[in-house]
């Protein structure tokens, strides 16, 4: 149990295009999402935590308007990276967790995102 | 701000040595730890998580951590590495926001 799925697992999209990211829960619900970008050869760095139904809170730096999060139920949420440019150029892995009370984040399988 | 250090960047090992990789973190208060692993063009899976009770933790492919309090440390190790074992460790630490922080990670290679 507790697989993460995300999708696309990769895309190549042109500079100033929209990208949507979606990352699924598949056998449990997940009442927090959370959103990582990874750099090559780097660390995780967290963007954002999402709550199904509402807003996502941002980490610092981090820009709301480009990186847009939309949790609309507790087994999906979605990432799109508005007028994608080079730099946005990464690896995107979500995760999520079952509860509270348990703190363990289970992790998707990642997004490689290109843009030209 | 809560920050996790692994000291060791990269690893190269032969096959039947023994491992053990740092890490480090700043929080003083309680903490939940972890370390994942991630094998190449996989993704990240859990190794071994400790929220309380023995500090030595065991975890999956023989694995294990020993959390340390006084020296803010939750080192891992296993006494025989494997070919498979190749991969890239992260450290990480959970704050009670439910925020994961990451370490820099540790890359590991296990030459035959």
């Known amino acids: 149990g507790a697989v993460v799925s995300q999708h696309p697992s990769w895309v190549i999209c042109k500079s100033g295009t929209s990208v949507k990211i979606e990352c699924r829960s598949l056998?449990?619900?997940?009442?927090?999402m959370f959103w990582y970008r990874q750099f090559p050869k780097q660390s995780l760095m967290l963007m954002a935590t999402s709550n199904e139904g509402s807003k996502a809170t941002y980490e610092q730096g981090v820009e709301k308007d480009k990186f847009l999060i939309n949790h609309a139920s507790l087994t999906l949420s979605t990432l799109t990276v508005t007028s994608a440019h080079p730099e946005d150029s990464s690896f995107y892995i979500c995760?999520?967790?079952?509860?509270?009370?348990?703190?363990?984040?289970?992790f998707g399988p990642g997004t490689r995102l290109t843009v030209l | 701000a809560q920050s996790v250090s692994q000291h060791n960047h990269h690893v190269i090992l032969s096959e039947a040595a023994s491992l053990e990789l740092g890490c480090n973190y700043s929080?003083?208060?309680?903490?939940?730890l972890f370390w994942y692993v991630q094998y190449p063009g996989q993704h990240l899976q859990l190794l071994l998580k400790y929220f309380s009770g023995d500090p030595l933790v065991k975890g999956i492919k023989g694995f294990e951590a020993e959390f340390i309090k006084s020296k803010f440390s939750f080192n891992l190790r296993k006494p025989s590495v494997q070919w498979s074992d190749t991969a890239e460790y992260f450290c990480a630490v959970n704050e009670p926001t439910d925020k994961l922080i990451f370490g820099t990670g540790t890359r590991l290679q296990v030459f035959p």
């Open positions: 929080y003083g208060g309680t903490v939940n």
């Open positions: 995760s999520a967790n079952r509860g509270q009370i348990e703190s363990e984040q289970f």
């Open positions: 056998d449990f619900q997940a009442t927090t």
